[in-house]
């Protein structure tokens, strides 16, 4: 077989380059005629995979549902892609101002607030960028314990001399406690776009675009100098979402809590809360009792390393639930969630819910993740899955002979 083309949008971390191709080969088209993928991200799989009579893209991240709405409507594909190329460029000023725009709508209040507050730091003097987390941190700490004199004497200085600052200082961190305390109470904080901010949808997808095609690794975080060697490289990259785009045309876009819903989903058929009201629940909870739907599903990875680290002197076999068994002999300690930089990412015991929410589902399933003894626990022969290998190497953090194992399960 020749080598084929593969449509992409933008790099995004944890996108699937090397395997969309060979995905798009193992699902169903000839039982199914929707195809779903709960965990969007930059949709690789479904630009590359030959087409269902309905497609339906959904992703929680603000950002890339404006990016996908955008690019499959035509009128609107065509003023994105006329905006990029005469109105960016290949900078990090460029990236700067465009990830100050992404921030802004995607970034939980919590998040902005202790960034507020490092910034007013950092530009007093009091730190700098490799000890600032540490600080922030005691500083959070002894402001729960009530006392108004910090750790850094500079800072304490500056407290009982300078008005404004104090003002200030103040103002930033009882916004920062009370919104990491609604975090932790809540397990999710509003996002700027959530609470009605307006930021047209337009400037979102080229503010997302240009994050993730400009960033290291493409997560979004960081200005590679290395991406492009001029403006003019990247301009020509530019030119390819015509044909994304035109692959996109007529897809369904949704801004679904796909998270939440499988939580929600999983605690309903143990009794645990009441039935889904939510619309958006209800639209996934037809796609996944629906044989006639092929469903993708990537969640955020887990660390194998650790996992198998953990579960070390663990009977997996006869454990009902791994991650309880992994709490009780470490408490606070769970296999790394590698999906941080996501909007919305799965830990490993909401992983555990996941799986056991899609074991017995109606609709066709294909899920990937690393080879994890948490998956294969779930997803195995005797529970009616099928599984495949696929060995890659991941280039994030420019380490040489990163191979990986990547696996996909299968119900059908």
């Not at 939580?263 to 009441?274: D, F, P, R």
């Amino acid at each position: 077989m020749g080598k084929q083309t593969t449509l992409s949008i933008a790099p995004y971390y944890g996108g699937k380059s090397r395997m969309a191709h060979f995905i798009a080969e193992r699902l169903d088209y000839s039982n199914t005629d929707t195809f779903v993928s709960p965990f969007g991200g930059m949709c690789r799989v479904l630009l590359n995979k030959p087409r269902h009579p309905v497609e339906c893209y959904n992703d929680y991240n603000s950002g890339l549902y404006a990016l996908m709405n955008v690019l499959s409507d035509a009128d609107k594909s065509n003023e994105l892609i006329h905006r990029l190329y005469y109105g960016t460029e290949y900078s990090m000023e460029e990236f700067k101002r465009q990830k100050a725009i992404y921030d802004h709508a995607e970034t939980d209040l919590d998040t902005q607030e202790q960034r507020k507050l490092r910034r007013l730091l950092l530009c007093n003097g009091i730190g700098n960028t490799s000890t600032i987390n540490k600080l922030m941190e005691e500083i959070y700490k002894q402001a729960l314990q009530g006392k108004t004199e910090t750790i850094v004497p500079e800072l304490n200085k500056l407290l009982s001399s300078d008005d404004s600052f104090r003002s200030n200082f103040t103002h930033l961190l009882g916004n920062w406690i009370a919104l990491r305390e609604s975090r932790t109470n809540n397990g999710m904080l509003e996002r700027s776009i959530d609470i009605g901010e307006d930021i047209s949808e337009m400037d979102l997808a080229i503010a997302t675009y240009v994050v993730f095609q400009q960033s290291r690794d493409g997560m979004g975080q960081t200005w590679s100098e290395s991406k492009f060697k001029t403006t003019e490289q990247y301009l020509k990259r530019v030119l390819t979402l015509y044909d994304c785009a035109e692959r996109l045309a007529g897809v369904h876009v949704f801004q679904i809590d796909a998270m939440s819903f499988f939580q929600t989903y999983y605690a309903n058929q143990h009794g645990l809360s009441s039935d889904l009201q939510n619309p958006d629940d209800q639209m996934m909870n037809e796609w996944i009792n629906n044989p006639r739907v092929m469903m993708y599903c990537d969640p955020s990875y887990i660390s194998v390393e650790d996992e198998r680290k953990l579960l070390d002197g663990i009977d997996t076999s006869t454990a009902d639930s791994l991650s309880n068994a992994i709490q009780e002999k470490y408490k606070d300690k769970m296999p790394k969630n590698l999906g941080g930089v996501y909007s919305r990412s799965f830990g490993y015991d909401e992983q555990e819910q996941f799986l056991r929410c899609i074991q017995n589902a109606r609709c066709r399933i294909l899920v990937s993740n690393y080879d994890l003894i948490l998956y294969n626990k779930y997803l195995n022969e005797k529970t009616g899955w099928r599984r495949e290998e696929f060995v890659t190497t991941t280039g994030v953090g420019s380490k040489a002979n990163n191979s990986r194992v990547e696996v996909i399960w299968y119900n059908y």
